[in-house]
């Protein structure tokens, strides 16, 4: 037992290093995330790329600049799927957009893009609502390896159905398949799904506001951080929405202990939609 509680810490140490060696070797900062959660990908990439240890693992990210992204990989979670949590979306569709619909331009901000199944579903969300075309998309990850994933809008084929159904459910006015084509087990996402969006690099908790957006949805990011990180992150969408614009977080997720709350009003609160205060 006392053996087990040792090696645990040693870990623990061992893991503190190489996350401040990835922040002053390469510049991202995971130093505040939750350590349980950090910990465990971290293992998963130990062992599956054949290290001993996480020192071991160190080293090789300091001298070996093409271990970053594979690190990258199992840090950050690049779990997500259309319209995922349908109820969302159809909140989405059905109180935000007339609020939207005032605006002669849109900006929308998808943080945490991952893949990029959440920007093609708000994308497809705003043809369907005929708002695509006066709205610029921003789509951000830290990872560049998920950022091309994004832009290329392929998607394995078994994972349609389940797209599908999200898509019906969200309250779509069209059928899924109208925006992509199959071939050789994949689905290949129509290109004009992407003429209104920005592909960028962003860190929540490294980079700044760069525009003024109507609408940020950055949803099953934030439990990932520590509470300072989160913070960080909310005072970032606090400062980069318009007034009375709408942040949409996840449904584990809530600015109720956040030092930024009093900037948000609930909009639609069993989805986690908020509306920036006018003043």
């Not at 623990?12 to 991202?28: N, P, Q, T, V």
């Not at 619909?101 to 369907?128: D, H, M, N, Q």
Request: charged share 25%.
């Amino acid at each position: 037992m006392k053996e087990t509680v040792a090696i645990e810490k040693i870990e623990d140490i061992e893991i503190r290093l190489l996350l401040e060696a990835l922040y002053s070797r390469y510049h991202y900062d995971f130093r505040n995330y939750a350590m349980a959660s950090i910990k465990r990908r971290l293992k998963q990439g130990r062992d599956q790329l054949g290290f001993a240890s996480f020192s071991a693992l160190q080293e090789s990210l300091l001298h070996d600049a093409a271990m970053l992204p594979r690190i990258l990989g199992y840090l950050t979670v690049q779990v997500s799927e259309m319209f995922r949590d349908p109820t969302y979306f159809r909140a989405i569709r059905e109180k935000v957009v007339p609020h939207l619909r005032t605006y002669p331009s849109l900006k929308v901000w998808v943080a945490g893009c991952s893949g990029g199944e959440e920007l093609y579903s708000l994308v497809i969300l705003f043809r369907e609502e005929g708002l695509e075309e006066r709205t610029l998309f921003y789509a951000t990850d830290i990872n560049q390896d998920a950022l091309r994933s994004a832009e290329a809008g392929v998607f394995a084929i078994d994972r349609v159905p389940l797209f599908t159904e999200n898509h019906r459910n969200s309250g779509g006015k069209s059928s899924l398949s109208d925006y992509y084509h199959a071939a050789y087990g994949k689905v290949s996402f129509d290109k004009t799904l992407r003429r209104n969006v920005v592909f960028s690099d962003h860190s929540l908790v490294t980079d700044a506001v760069f525009a003024e957006m109507q609408l940020i949805s950055c949803r099953n990011v934030l439990i990932y951080f520590d509470r300072s990180f989160q913070d960080r992150a909310l005072g970032l969408f606090k400062d980069s929405l318009s007034r009375s614009g709408f942040l949409g977080l996840g449904a584990k997720e809530s600015l109720r202990f956040s030092q930024h709350a009093g900037a948000f009003k609930d909009f639609i609160r069993e989805e986690k939609i908020y509306q920036r205060r006018g003043a």
